[in-house]
């Protein structure tokens, strides 16, 4: 069993180098199951951070998982690696959700690593390695995590198919500039086929993917854990890994079926980080109109202005606006009067 004690640093070195440099494309790269091990104790459970934020945000948005006719759910987890994200989703919904949860990835490595995981996690639910003869089965929760710059062209258009066969999709991604506009066009592409839960408060073509908008990204931060700062393990894993462990940029996408109901919710979702001057913070406001830059003044709206400085949760608002000013609203879901 891998501890902080013994890491592999060799491996973690070349691990995160094939992924920087785009060499992961080339095949499966997982050379031992201690390669996984690592990676599951490290950077999968950084990833898991960014799953915990998307996962409160979809709870904060009442968001649930229909079943069809009353019966269990049959997720998969779509490059599984070590099988961080199926089982974070797993546990925010509870075995007892799930009537068999399968893994795939295109090394047998992670597949079994992450199936003997989750048996471990989930010792009553039926774990099992999906392969590619199921692929006519519908799957009720698609999970894709950390996967989009590793596809090629051919397995982009067999993760297309497989989502087509999907009920939900649940998919987490960094939040670089790249990867996060791909995603964008993802969720363009599948928008007649789907309803766009998230990362969005509307329907409407990705205002992102607008002419002028170019060097904008659809990214968000994830808190970490409130103890990371503080443990000497990944003090010391950041500063020899050279990862910044307060940045958490992530890019999301949370499709569910057309006919099912959905609630309503936030209008506006701000993009990335607030710039916060001395009497307003600025901006990048999505909503279904658009994307624009919009100020939000310590005078009149206090209360907004203090909540982009301090709050920890997505950054989701009723508000409207008038120009490039916010003149009244309040933070989704609401929890005070409106200001
Ligand atoms: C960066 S890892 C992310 C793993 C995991 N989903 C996570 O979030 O920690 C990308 C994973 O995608 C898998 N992968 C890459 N190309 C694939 C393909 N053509 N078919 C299936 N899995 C693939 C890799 O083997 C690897 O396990």
């Not at 004690?5 to 199951?33: C, H, M, N, Q, V």
């Not at 408060?201 to 990214?219: D, I, K, S, V, Y």
């Not at 994307?291 to 206090?302: A, M, Y």
Request: a neutral charge; glycine letters at 6%.
């Amino acid at each position: 069993m891998m501890t902080w004690e013994s890491l592999d640093w060799e491996a973690l070195d070349r691990l995160r180098a094939g992924f920087l440099s785009g060499t992961a494309i080339e095949g499966p790269y997982w050379k031992s199951r201690s390669d996984l091990e690592v990676y599951d104790l490290t950077y999968a459970e950084r990833i898991g951070w960014k799953w915990d934020a998307v996962l409160r945000e979809l709870r904060l948005r009442d968001f649930k998982l229909e079943p069809v006719n009353g019966r269990k759910l049959r997720a998969l987890d779509w490059g599984c690696g070590s099988g961080v994200a199926g089982r974070r989703v797993i546990d925010a919904w509870g075995e007892s959700t799930f009537e068999r949860f399968s893994v795939f990835d295109h090394s047998s490595l992670a597949q079994d690593f992450a199936r003997d995981r989750a048996r471990i996690a989930f010792p009553h639910l039926k774990t099992d390695i999906w392969t590619e003869a199921e692929n006519s089965e519908v799957i009720d929760v698609l999970i894709v995590s950390h996967v989009l710059n590793e596809l090629s062209e051919r397995v982009a258009g067999l993760l297309r198919a497989q989502m087509l066969r999907s009920r939900y999709i649940l998919w987490v991604e960094p939040g670089t500039h790249g990867v996060s506009r791909q995603l964008q066009q993802w969720r363009d592409d599948f928008r007649p086929h789907f309803h766009v839960v998230a990362p969005c408060t509307h329907t409407a073509p990705c205002g992102l993917r607008a002419p002028g908008n170019e060097q904008h990204w659809c990214h968000h931060f994830a808190p970490a854990p409130s103890g990371v700062f503080s443990d000497r393990n990944w003090v010391k894993f950041g500063q020899r890994a050279g990862i910044d462990l307060r940045s958490l940029p992530y890019s999301f996408l949370v499709l569910a079926p057309l006919e099912g109901s959905m609630k309503q919710g936030a209008n506006s979702r701000v993009i990335g980080r607030p710039q916060h001057f001395k009497p307003y913070a600025r901006v990048l406001n999505c909503d279904a109109e658009g994307v624009c830059e919009l100020n939000v003044t310590k005078r009149t709206t206090p209360a907004l202005f203090k909540h982009l400085d301090k709050t920890r949760d997505p950054l989701l608002y009723t508000w409207s606006h008038d120009h490039q000013q916010v003149i009244q609203g309040h933070p989704y879901p609401e929890k005070s009067s409106s200001v």
